[in-house]
């Protein structure tokens, strides 16, 4: 099944890419050892991430890619035993999402409690996605947002957007959420891609538009499918 919803690459491309950076993935850990493992395990842990985005939008089946986020979380319990200091909000926001929405079980991300980005830093997505995942219950007391900004998603600290979707009623969250991928999203993705445009093709990897964060919180919150199922930006067979 190709889930691929843009149409800023074809599905030759994403193969090529899918191919190149399973070779990098194999060469990094052939070269693995004590004195280079903090560096190599954060360069693998990128091409991991990659290789699950490419796969979900080729249309792999969602157990196959399962492997691919076991290895993704094995590798970033070793990441934490060679890296200094809390692990950052990507790091834990894309550990998350992707246990969240591939029904992993907790205890096989327990080590992150330990490495957790620190609290002052943690906004009302990470926040929800975290609490549903080790609690069982959706809530947040976060008053922001990190929007995306710029080309490489810096971030900006926001109100509103989707803060608004977790305080509006029940029956209006997925209309606000909609309204939210519409314009604040859909600005930084269109921004990505003109950026992307301005390159040679072997500087980047492009990996679809597929925002797995958003697609854990619209998960989390129970939004309706049936309105995301077409967005470019939701994985909507993971919800």
């Known amino acids: 099944?190709?889930?691929?919803?843009?149409?800023?690459?074809?599905?030759e491309y994403y193969?090529?890419?899918?191919?190149?950076?399973?070779?990098?993935?194999?060469?990094?850990?052939?070269n693995l050892n004590q004195e280079n493992a903090s560096r190599l395990h954060i360069a693998i842990g990128l091409k991991l991430l990659s290789v699950i985005l490419i796969k979900y939008q080729l249309g792999y089946e969602i157990d196959e890619i399962k492997h691919d986020v076991?290895?993704?979380?094995?590798n970033d319990k070793q990441k934490v035993l060679y890296c200094e200091g809390n692990l950052t909000y990507d790091d834990v926001a894309n550990l998350l999402s992707l246990a969240y929405l591939f029904d992993v079980d907790s205890e096989q991300v327990d080590f992150i409690k330990t490495k957790m980005v620190e609290e002052k830093y943690i906004d009302i997505r990470l926040d929800i996605i975290r609490n549903l995942y080790f609690e069982g219950k959706c809530y947040s007391s976060k008053g922001f947002y990190y929007r995306d900004k710029g080309y490489f998603g810096d971030f900006s600290k926001e109100n509103g957007g989707i803060v608004d979707v977790y305080n509006a009623p029940d029956a209006e969250r997925t209309d606000l959420f909609l309204r939210h991928l519409n314009t604040v999203k859909d600005k930084h993705h269109r921004k990505l891609v003109k950026y992307y445009e301005s390159l040679a093709e072997?500087?980047?990897?492009?990996?679809?538009?597929?925002?797995?964060?958003?697609?854990a919180v619209a998960k989390a919150l129970a939004l309706d499918m049936s309105a995301l199922c077409d967005s470019k930006y939701i994985a909507s067979d993971l919800l």
């Not at 193969?15 to 052939?30: A, C, V």
């Open 202 to 215: 072997d500087r980047y990897t492009y990996t679809g538009a597929t925002d797995i964060v958003l697609t």
């Open 70 to 74: 076991l290895e993704y979380i094995e």
């Open 15 to 30: 193969q090529k890419e899918l191919e190149n950076l399973e070779k990098r993935i194999n060469r990094y850990k052939d």
């Open 1 to 11: 099944m190709n889930r691929i919803k843009d149409d800023f690459k074809s599905k």
